[in-house]
């Protein structure tokens, strides 16, 4: 997250490092309803991302924790995290999430996330810690910290002022923007996607489900067992040699791998996506291994992925009609389109008569699916005016 300048925030900036401080701070910040948290890390050479910096406050108490200080033990903030009666407060929370969720071996729960409420709080879609401070609190954001070296000690303050302002800000945000969707009636729109960010599977580290992350561009047996066990042989490798996966294969050369089926380390060589070299590597040997498995037994290692149905191209005429009619809608209720429908989601929309969508769910349909659906049969009409677009019912 980006750094900040809070200019309501006083006292001194509380840097914990050692466990008996931590311990003395979860106490205090175990009496607010809600935990406005923020890390800084680093894991551009690494597969593990290093957590050097932890933010958090309450309404009335902040302090940042050093995860990197000898000796000390993060269990009072993990277990602070686990309580599922306080809402866990992030701006953008994928990444933090991931690393908590390791951390503490599950997904901290629930969570309100600043950037999905922005949406249905109509300020934009995926906006950024930034704009959202100077939208919200009139603040400014001061980036000149951002991408200093958070793992390297002491920290200055300039570092922490700017750490600290992430979470002195963020819960000012959090009560602005949570009590304006509960006014509305809008805190419902927000919790299937809050379901979703905590789903486990999205921070899943197991090798076996690694192929999940790759597009599947064939559907035969020996594609998807190569596909899927050089999938998982790469994570474990990464996982094991704390590397990006792109270090050690990217996944341009998986999916050339899982086409061409190599079998013997000359094969792989002349391969254009693998990197040269690489079959004379330490790692050569074991891919062409994993390889060699799935090969002989494609069944044993082929993951079950369900076809999907050719139905052709959506009608084009149809697609664009939609995309105007959502963007309309969206405007005239104040929230990001992607709240509602994605662009796969307008396609299939445009194909099929009833699809299995969210937009034709719950809020959405009320607000979009039934329009749509009117659309597509003539008894709605986009009509121009000097004010924009006007939905006519014909």
Same mark, same amino acid.
Request: with cysteine.
């Given at each position: 997250m980006s750094g900040t300048t809070d200019h309501d925030q006083s006292g001194e900036i509380r840097l914990i490092t050692d466990t008996a401080a931590l311990e003395a701070a979860c106490v205090e910040l175990a009496k607010g309803d809600f935990l406005a948290v923020d890390t800084e890390f680093h894991r551009e050479s690494t597969y593990w991302p290093q957590?050097? $910096?932890?933010? /958090?406050?309450?309404?009335?108490?902040?302090? $940042? !924790?050093? =995860?990197?200080?000898?000796? +000390?033990?993060?269990?009072?903030?993990?277990?602070?995290?686990?309580?599922?009666?306080?809402?866990?407060?992030?701006?953008?929370?994928?990444?933090?999430?991931? !690393?908590?969720?390791?951390?503490?071996?599950?997904?901290?729960?629930?969570?309100?996330?600043?950037? +999905?409420?922005?949406?249905?709080?109509?300020?934009?879609?995926?906006?950024?810690?930034?704009?959202?401070?100077?939208?919200?609190?009139?603040?400014?954001?001061?980036?000149?910290?951002?991408?200093?070296?958070?793992?390297?000690?002491?920290?200055?303050?300039?570092?922490?002022?700017?750490?600290?302002?992430?979470?002195?800000?963020?819960?000012? +945000?959090?009560? /602005?923007?949570?009590?304006k969707l509960e006014k509305q009636g809008r805190l419902d729109?927000?919790?299937?996607?809050?379901?979703? $960010?905590?789903?486990?599977?999205?921070?899943?580290?197991? =090798?076996?489900?690694?192929?999940?992350?790759?597009? +599947?561009?064939?559907?035969?047996?020996?594609?998807?067992?190569?596909?899927?066990?050089?999938?998982?042989?790469?994570?474990?490798?990464?996982?094991?040699?704390?590397? =990006?996966?792109?270090?050690?294969?990217k996944d341009d050369a998986i999916q050339e791998i899982a086409q061409q089926k190599p079998r013997t380390l000359d094969a792989l060589d002349r391969m254009r996506g693998v990197q040269q070299g690489f079959a004379k590597s330490r790692h050569g040997a074991g891919l062409i291994q994993a390889i060699n498995e799935a090969l002989d037994d494609p069944d044993k290692y082929a993951p079950v992925v369900e076809r999907p149905e050719s139905s052709g191209p959506p009608p084009g005429a149809i697609v664009e009609l939609l995309k105007v009619l959502l963007k309309q809608v969206c405007d005239d209720a104040g929230i990001a389109t992607r709240l509602i429908a994605n662009a796969a989601d307008i396609e299939t929309l445009a194909r099929e008569n009833e699809p299995d969508i969210p937009a034709l769910k719950g809020w959405r349909r009320e607000i979009f699916g039934e329009k749509a659906l009117k659309l597509k049969t003539g008894k709605v009409a986009l009509a121009a005016s000097p004010k924009g677009v006007r939905i006519v019912e014909v």
């Open positions: 957590v050097c $910096l932890i933010q /958090i406050a309450t309404d009335d108490y902040d302090a $940042l !924790i050093d =995860p990197l200080a000898p000796g +000390i033990n993060l269990k009072a903030l993990l277990d602070l995290l686990a309580d599922t009666s306080r809402v866990k407060v992030f701006h953008a929370a994928r990444q933090d999430l991931e !690393i908590f969720s390791r951390l503490m071996g599950k997904v901290p729960s629930p969570v309100f996330d600043s950037q +999905i409420a922005a949406m249905a709080a109509g300020l934009g879609d995926s906006i950024s810690y930034e704009n959202l401070v100077a939208r919200t609190v009139k603040g400014t954001v001061d980036k000149s910290s951002q991408f200093t070296d958070w793992a390297r000690r002491p920290l200055s303050p300039k570092q922490l002022e700017y750490a600290r302002g992430d979470v002195t800000f963020l819960r000012r +945000i959090y009560r /602005i923007l949570h009590d729109w927000i919790a299937d996607e809050h379901a979703a $960010l905590v789903d486990p599977e999205n921070y899943s580290f197991d =090798p076996k489900d690694a192929w999940k992350r790759q597009k +599947i561009r064939k559907y035969r047996n020996d594609y998807l067992a190569v596909l899927a066990n050089v999938s998982a042989w790469r994570e474990r490798v990464a996982q094991e040699t704390d590397k =990006p996966r792109g270090r050690i294969l």
